[in-house]
């Protein structure tokens, strides 16, 4: 049994996506970052950089934080979702930290100036727009050689997709960028990610181009 601390957002949604499609048994707390619930003591004592997602491992004891961090714990744990030999091991970690260190970092720039603050920075607007348009660019190009970002279904697809699903934030037109739509497409129609995108909220939609 998994204790899963999350909101509704892209970072949230890839342990809970991961959960459902690993077939895991877990619990989902809600963690509400719109009500700073990321600084109560307990939660700091699983994220203690304030942040979902967090979990805990019952069957272990283990606290861990971190979405890349928990995607490969999971898929150590359940043998799933992460090739552990040869290329396809090194393709799926050089796409999950591309994930970690580029999409959720600068998508999320992008929210923040693009879709919350419109107009009151216009440079930070210019720099994260032309920044998503070029991840975009990366991740169709790779697509376009490959099915799923290390070439089976992964956890570094898993982490890119719920980034992804926010393209209308970013003021993305999926229409451009063919390849990722029909990968888009693909995930979307899985149960398991269509289960966990609705942790913790039940009421959450996968946008659809
Ligand atoms: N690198 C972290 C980023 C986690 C993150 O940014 N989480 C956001 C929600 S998507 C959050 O908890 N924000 C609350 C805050 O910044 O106080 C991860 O991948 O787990």
Not at 32 to 52: C, R, T, Y
Not at 92 to 97: I, K, Q, R
């Amino acid at each position: 049994m998994i204790e899963l601390y999350t909101w509704g957002t892209p970072n949230g949604r890839k342990a809970s996506i991961a959960l459902e499609e690993m077939n895991l048994e877990y619990e989902a707390f809600p963690i509400n970052i719109g009500k700073d619930e990321q600084f109560q003591p307990h939660f700091l004592k699983v994220s203690p950089n304030n942040k979902i997602p967090g979990i805990i491992d019952r069957d272990t004891g283990l606290k861990l934080f971190e979405s890349g961090a928990i995607l490969i714990y999971l898929a150590e744990k359940t043998g799933r979702f992460f090739e552990t030999q040869g290329d396809a091991k090194w393709r799926t970690l050089e796409w999950l930290m591309w994930q970690m260190g580029g999409v959720g970092p600068f998508l999320g720039q992008a929210h923040h100036f693009l879709r919350f603050n419109p107009g009151k920075a216009p440079y930070a607007e210019e720099r994260y727009g032309n920044e998503a348009k070029r991840l975009y660019g990366v991740l169709d190009r790779r697509l376009a050689e490959v099915e799923y970002l290390a070439g089976d279904y992964s956890i570094a697809d898993m982490a890119t997709f719920p980034w992804i699903a926010r393209f209308e934030w970013q003021q993305i037109d999926l229409n451009e960028f063919e390849n990722v739509k029909r990968w888009y497409h693909a995930i979307a129609e899985r149960p398991g990610v269509q289960r966990g995108y609705k942790v913790p909220d039940e009421s959450a939609e996968i946008p659809m181009p």
